[in-house]
Structure formats: structure tokens, C-alpha cells
């Protein structure tokens, strides 16, 4: 039924803060479960990997950022801790408690090795790919190779690398935007503008994301010609997501209009439910640092914050679709959407079966 190695072509998009729960449930329902890995470290990743292994033997995904590390800049980080100074003396954190280290790792060498050692099924990319050395490595090992586009000419620079398949992108998805070949965020578009232009652009498998969250979005996702559908914030308030009650509580307050794209909390666009400092600060800032260095400084913050009730500063990454998020066991949601897809999509060939009997008869 899938050209992915699972039983369903339904991924689960891999969220930070989801660990292998939530790729476990997904798997043993059928759909290829994600591990997101930017923030773990190579025994955090062998670790992650062996409690998969140990509870499914189905396929899974690894999933890694493929940025490059920018150099260090004082004067940026300065002018960074400057702007955020009123805050720490708010919460009462010292100002010397900021920060100024990676939250966010590229793919590298050291991770490289574990994915060789543990072969995982599927390893998937954001900001475009590695270097072709760790590249090819990474083929050696025989896994399926996935990056996401965020435009049509990312698409054409990822096929003519040699992907296996395509993650389209919409301007509607939750977390960080994949993006690599442009940094306007203004040309960005949609899903449904932006994926059947990408299927008619490559050869290889199109998979679609962005605000896709019950049986209706995937449905309409293959209709524009997707091959498969990645699903994230469908999944958020399931038990397996490992989400703050905070963030939990976020996503179910949320509604179409309550994310923006913001550079606040790494340096980089990603959507997310809005927040204190979000509207104070951004969404969109020149001060924050590049990605992934804003991090450092904001996490106190955020800790802070939160140890006080307050979801201020907290990372509320979500898509448009939050509000279709559903609190259920993930296992039962992958089930329940693929089947609600199969149905959706019959009745939208029997009715336009009817339009167009009814056309021809007028």
C-alpha cells in the first residue's frame, strides 16, 4: 500500500520532546514512527534506538538537522542578553545564568557512526542534507533517505542529491521550517499551493506536511498527489507525546489564528502557539541570534517561568491545525485517521461520480 517501509503511508512527524513512546505507538498502529534526534546525543540516540527495537519490530525514523553551525559572534549574543535583561530581573534570575551554546546539533560524524552501528530503517533530514561524505555513509547503510522542501527548487536540489522521497512542507506546519536554499519566510507557501507543484516537478515520492491532522487532510493531501502524509500536531495531546501540561494546555486553547513563525526562541522560523514573548519581542526579531544560537539565552528564561506556572517564554511549537488535535492514545489516532481517510476518500469519488452524471445529463 506504501512506498515507505511501514504498513500505513502515514509518518509521524519527528517532534523534539517526543521520544520513543510516541514512535512505538505509531509503529505497532502501522505508521512509521519518528525520532527526532537534533537534541539528543550519540547514547541518547543508541538509547532511543534500543527501546524501539526492544517494544516494536516494525520500521521507524530517525530524524536530524543538517544545518551548519554558525560562528561564534559576542557582539550578537551581547546585544541578545541585552534584550532580554528586563525579563531576568522580572522572574529574578541573574543575568549571568544566560547562556550563549547551541541548543540544536547538526548531523556530524559522531552521529553518523550510530547510524551506521544501528541501521535504522529510515533517516530523515531538515535544512536541507549533510555533506556528501556522511551522505553516502548514511546510503551505505541501506537506509530510505528523506529531506523536506519548502519550495519547488528546494524539491529539485533534494532529487537531484538522490532522496528517496520528499517531505512538501506547507507553510502551515508546526516546529522549525525546513528551508535552506531561501530565508524568506514571506515566500513560503501553503500546502495545498505548494505540493502538487512539487509533485510535478520530481520523479521520486511526495510526502505531505503542514497542518494535515485527521483523515480529511490526508485524504486531500493525495488527491493533490502525495504518496504518504506526515502527521505532528494531531498528536500532541496524546498520552505518548510527552508534552507539559503547559503546552498541552496551549494546544487545547488553540484555534486557526493563534501561531505565528518566530526566530525568538533558536534564530530560526518555526510556527508556534503564541506567547508573552512572542508579542512583545517578535514574532520575527533582527536581534536573536543565528540559528542555533538564540537558544542559550532564552532557556533560563523558559525554566524559569515555568517552575512558576507561566508558559511566558515556554517552546509551544504547533501547526494551524491545533485545534484538531484530539486526546487519544497515538496508536488509536494513526488507526483512526487512516481509516477516516479511506472513507473520506471514497465518498469524494462518489460525489463527484454524481456532479458529473449530473452535468452530463444536463
Known sequence: MSFLPSRLPIIQAPMVGSLSPLAIAVCEAGGLGS??????????????????????????????????????????????????????????????????????????????????????????????????????????????????????????????RGVDAIIAQGNEAGGHRGMFLTGDIHAQPGLFALLPQIVDAVRVPVIAAGAIADGRGVAAAFALGASAAQIGTAYLLTPQAGRSALHRAAVRAGRDDTTRLTNLYTGRPARGLLTRFMREQGPMSEVAPAFPLATGAVDPLRAAFEKAGRDDFSVLWSGEAAALARETDAGDLTREIWEAARRCAGGVDAALARQLDTARAG
Open 35 to 160: 525520532l527526532a534526534c537534533a537534541a539528543l546525543s550519540p547514547a541518547q540516540l543508541r538509547e532511543q534506538i534500543a527501546a524501539i527495537r526492544a517494544a516494536t519490530p516494525a520500521p521507524f525514523n530517525v530524524n536530524f538537522f543538517s544545518h551548519t553551525a554558525p560562528p561564534p559572534d559576542d557582539a550578537a549574543q551581547a546585544r541578545w542578553r541585552e534584550q532580554l535583561a528586563p525579563y531576568y530581573g522580572e522572574i529574578g534570575l541573574e543575568l549571568s545564568a544566560a547562556g550563549s551554546g547551541p541548543g540544536r546539533a547538526p548531523f556530524d560524524e559522531a552521529m553518523c557512526a550510530v547510524v551506521e552501528e544501528t541501521r535504522p530503517p529510515v533517516v530523515s533530514f531538515h535544512f536541507g542534507l549533510p555533506e556528501a561524505g556522511l551522505l553516502q555513509r548514511v546510503r551505505a547503510t541501506g537506509a530510505m533517505i528523506l529531506s523536506s522542501a519548502t519550495t519547488v527548487e528546494e524539491a529539485r536540489w533534494l532529487e537531484a
